[in-house]
């Protein structure tokens, strides 16, 4: 998923999609997670696409693992519904850009942060670049000239997939082992070459806390130009 709607939360996905309920899977007594995804992550990608290749993964998980998942994800286009399936325990585990996820942990206790890893690296940085020669404009001024970093932004994640912490807890331990070994099978690695990425990895809460306190001071800045009646 990229931030802000490409692919890195997307991944998480692919523990949680699909028809796990085989009679060939082994036995659990553990109730059918329940997955949703922000539309956002998937911007670039073809739903039914996805949405096939994640359900060869997802039997293979199933068979292999037992982990129990409900037959389809729902994908939210509108995150205040996302919010509503929340908070009315209709989601076990959720995956969105990072901004929009720190909202939806405000519906529901969430817990195991996970995103994806892309060169090595599971975040990015961003800069705000101006013309060296005469001030700047707009955007497109800027192609075929001379640029200066204006500012940079810390290392960001662009997006990030949870569970709730009322997932009992042999699932979560399961989950957990799926997301970190997805390479280990054919279905898994042509997975992450679909999503363009290396590994898919856990996040600590220290490695989200940069992002976190960005989008915390951007939200404080866009309020503070809306009640000014300025853009920010």
Same mark, same amino acid.
């Given at each position: 998923?990229?931030?802000?709607? =490409?692919?890195?939360?997307?991944?998480?996905? =692919?523990? #949680?999609?699909?028809?796990?309920?085989?009679?060939?899977?082994?036995?659990?007594? %553990?109730?059918?997670?329940? &997955?949703?995804?922000?539309? !956002?992550?998937? =911007?670039?990608?073809? !739903?039914?696409?996805?949405?096939?290749?994640? /359900?060869?993964?997802?039997?293979?998980?199933?068979? *292999?693992?037992? +982990?129990?998942?409900?037959? *389809?994800?729902?994908?939210?286009? !509108?995150?205040?519904? &996302?919010?509503?399936?929340? /908070?009315?325990?209709?989601?076990?585990?959720?995956?969105? @850009? %990072?901004?929009? &996820?720190? +909202?939806?942990?405000?519906?529901?206790?969430?817990?195991?942060?996970?995103?994806?890893?892309?060169?090595?690296?599971?975040?990015?940085?961003?800069?705000?670049?101006? /013309?060296?020669? !005469?001030?700047?404009?707009?955007?497109?001024?800027?192609?075929?000239?001379?640029?200066? =970093?204006?500012?940079? %932004?810390? #290392?960001?994640?662009?997006?990030?997939?949870?569970?709730?912490? %009322?997932?009992?807890?042999?699932?979560?331990? /399961?989950?957990?082992?799926?997301?970190?070994?997805?390479?280990?099978?054919?279905?898994?690695?042509?997975?992450? +070459?679909? &999503?363009?990425?290396?590994?898919?990895?856990?996040?600590?809460?220290?490695?989200?806390?940069?992002?976190?306190?960005?989008?915390?001071?951007?939200?404080?800045?866009?309020?503070?130009?809306?009640?000014?009646?300025?853009? @920010?």
């Amino acid at each position: 998923m990229r931030f802000g709607g =490409v692919n890195a939360a997307l991944v998480l996905a =692919v523990l #949680a999609l699909g028809q796990v309920a085989r009679a060939d899977g082994p036995a659990t007594n %553990s109730p059918p997670l329940r &997955f949703g995804v922000s539309a !956002r992550t998937m =911007v670039d990608l073809n !739903r039914n696409d996805v949405t096939a290749a994640l /359900k060869v993964w997802m039997q293979t998980v199933a068979r *292999e693992r037992g +982990i129990p998942f409900a037959d *389809e994800p729902r994908i939210f286009d !509108r995150t205040e519904d &996302f919010v509503a399936a929340l /908070k009315m325990g209709e989601i076990d585990i959720a995956s969105a @850009p %990072s901004d929009e &996820f720190l +909202i939806l942990e405000q519906a529901a206790p969430l817990a195991g942060l996970y995103s994806t890893q892309v060169g090595g690296r599971i975040t990015e940085e961003y800069v705000v670049l101006v /013309k060296t020669d !005469r001030p700047w404009q707009r955007l497109e001024d800027l192609r075929g000239t001379r640029l200066l =970093v204006l500012a940079a %932004s810390p #290392a960001l994640i662009p997006g990030v997939g949870a569970y709730r912490t %009322s997932v009992g807890a042999d699932a979560a331990k /399961k989950f957990r082992e799926a997301a970190l070994n997805l390479g280990e099978t054919p279905a898994g690695r042509q997975l992450l +070459i679909i &999503f363009q990425a290396d590994a898919f990895v856990e996040v600590t809460e220290a490695d989200f806390a940069p992002t976190r306190a960005f989008l915390a001071a951007h939200a404080r800045l866009m309020a503070s130009s809306a009640g000014k009646g300025v853009a @920010p």
